[in-house]
């Protein structure tokens, strides 16, 4: 049995490598970059995994595809999509307004949205292919949102977009996929220290450690949760000040130390 993990090089993605190596356990692991990806396939193989690594870019659907075809010639069991980017608005440099560029606003949409459709699509395709186990199940696909999903927030419009997208789609998805044996989950976190926020420079309420994030990640998929929300008073929070009017809301938003120009790494 298989588990293929896109973003598995760093943070959550590697997170999920480490946790679910074990003795003959099959890992198909992507990522951009070899150094990164080449670390997690050493500690997992120390585990007893038997690893295989490609560095793919979520964005090339063709090459999903055929990786992903590739990695279910035995079952495919689970998919975390966990390949992603973020960023916010870039410095000011003493302009009385900025806003996200459009080359940094498109390959968050690339990467976030159309790099987890790229992994989605063929892998439901091959779950579809093969037989339920006794329970019913054929597979399972874990896809990271995020609680900026909750929120049209002014310092990460492209971010917030991306994932509200994703998050939309995997949960309106997972009725008609579930009569399948295939069950879909999301997840909306809050913020999880992995090298992702790394740079943020403002405070990060709730931020859990990168295990924690995990512990809940494959409870929650496993239980075949259709979004799992963490912490729970911060998503709770979100959504109930996106129902403000959006005047109102923004207020409260653009206080924000992440809703400045600058706050976050820019792209
Ligand atoms: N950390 C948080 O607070 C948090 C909160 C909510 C949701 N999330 C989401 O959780 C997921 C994992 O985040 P993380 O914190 O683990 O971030 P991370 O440590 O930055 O890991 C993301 C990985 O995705 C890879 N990646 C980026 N673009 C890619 C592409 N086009 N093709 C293939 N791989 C690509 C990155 O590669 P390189 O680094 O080599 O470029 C990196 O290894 C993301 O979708 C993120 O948006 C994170």
Redesign the pocket.
């Known amino acids: 049995m298989t588990i293929l993990i896109?973003?598995a090089?760093?943070?959550?993605?590697q997170g999920l490598a480490h946790r679910l190596s074990r003795p003959y356990q099959t890992l198909f692991l992507?990522?951009?970059?070899s150094d990164?990806l080449n670390l997690t396939q050493a500690q997992c193989s120390s585990l007893g995994a038997v690893v295989h690594t490609r560095c793919?870019?979520?964005?090339d659907r063709a090459e999903m595809a055929e990786w992903i075809s590739e990695s279910a010639r035995s079952r495919l069991e689970m998919v975390f999509v966990?390949?992603?980017?973020?960023g916010g608005l870039p410095p000011s440099h003493g302009h009385p307004s900025v806003m996200e560029r459009e080359e940094h606003a498109r390959a968050i949409f690339e990467?976030?949205l159309t790099?987890a459709l790229n992994t989605l699509f063929p892998a439901i395709e091959q779950m579809r292919q093969q037989k339920p186990d006794k329970n019913g199940h054929r597979g399972r696909i874990c896809v990271?949102s995020?609680v900026a999903s909750f929120v049209s927030y002014p310092g990460t419009p492209s971010y917030s977009a991306s994932k509200a997208a994703i998050d939309r789609f995997v949960v309106a998805s997972a009725p008609s996929l579930e009569k399948q044996g295939i069950s879909l989950t999301s997840v909306c976190?809050?913020?999880?220290k992995?090298?992702?926020?790394r740079a943020n420079r403002f405070p990060m309420p709730g931020l859990v450690s990168t295990e924690e994030a995990v512990r809940r990640i494959l409870r929650g998929t496993l239980r075949g949760q259709r979004r799992i929300m963490f912490p729970f008073w911060l998503g709770l929070g979100a959504r109930l000040t996106d129902l403000l009017p959006p005047r109102l809301a923004e207020r409260y938003y653009c206080r924000q130390p992440s809703a400045q120009p600058g706050g976050m790494p820019d792209y």
Do not use: E
């Not at 090089?9 to 993605?13: E, F, M």
């Not at 992507?30 to 970059?33: A, N, S, V």
């Not at 966990?82 to 973020?86: D, I, N, P, R, S």
């Not at 976190?189 to 999880?192: E, H, K, L, S």
């Open positions: 896109t973003g090089g760093s943070g959550i993605g992507g990522d951009l970059h990164s793919i870019d979520v964005r966990c390949a992603g980017l973020t990467t976030n790099g990271m995020s976190c809050g913020f999880v992995t090298p992702m926020v």
